[in-house]
């Protein structure tokens, strides 16, 4: 019986565990600037599941000298 506040215990998988994604982003270099450390820690799990190496940082200053150091190919970041 499916509820608010239940799992579901299917044993059919999640459609996303059919799919590999860890070449998707291979050799890509992913910049993930945010302040909250949850928000960085969920982005930089998911884009290192895509085979991305991920660079986390928390303000723009950081941002801007890990931009210089590494040229990211894609920069992900919260808007204040």
Known sequence: KKG???L???SEP???SLVDTSFILKGKKVLVVD???D???LFTLVFEDCGAEVIAVESAG???A???RSQPDLLISDIR
């Open 14 to 16: 999640h459609f996303l």
């Open 4 to 6: 608010k506040g239940t």
């Open 39 to 41: 928000t960085k820690l």
């Open 8 to 10: 579901n215990k299917s």
């Open 35 to 37: 302040s909250y450390p």
């Open 62 to 64: 950081a941002a801007m």
């Open 66 to 68: 890990a931009i210089e």
